[in-house]
């Protein structure tokens, strides 16, 4: 079993600032994607940043240069640097990963998610 385990959110004012972190351990061989994704009330679930392990990272077009996404492959962490934020950037953010297992099985898991919300 694996588990993400994200941290980090909270409310900031317009034009603030967060940073999100996403731990991931459990029965873990090698990670081989992770990522970052929204959800706000009402929408679909969205891709923020899609982190390989090594390559370039893909950021979502509503990004803008706002965030950077980062990740530490032997501790298996993920952070999204979050700046000059917009109360459109308040959703509840997750972090996903696909995972080989140690019982060589590769699945897709995610986090419970932690909520970001802009506003003054």
């Known amino acids: 079993q694996v588990q993400l385990v994200e941290s980090g959110g909270g409310l900031a004012q317009p034009g603030g600032s967060l940073t999100l972190s996403c731990a991931a351990s459990?029965?873990?061989?090698?990670?081989?994607?992770m990522g970052w994704y929204r959800q706000s009330p009402g929408k679909a679930r969205e891709l923020v940043a899609r982190?390989?392990?090594?390559?370039?990272?893909e950021y979502a077009d509503f990004v803008q240069g706002r965030f950077t996404a980062s990740r530490d492959g032997p501790k298996n962490t993920m952070n999204l640097q979050m700046s000059s934020l917009t109360p459109e950037d308040t959703a509840v953010y997750f972090c996903?990963?696909?995972?080989?297992?140690?019982?060589?099985?590769?699945?897709?898991?995610w986090g419970q998610g932690t909520q970001v919300t802009v506003s003054s």
């Open positions: 459990g029965s873990i061989y090698s990670i081989y994607l």
């Open positions: 982190v390989p392990t090594t390559g370039i990272i």
């Open positions: 996903s990963a696909i995972v080989r297992t140690l019982s060589q099985v590769t699945e897709t898991y």
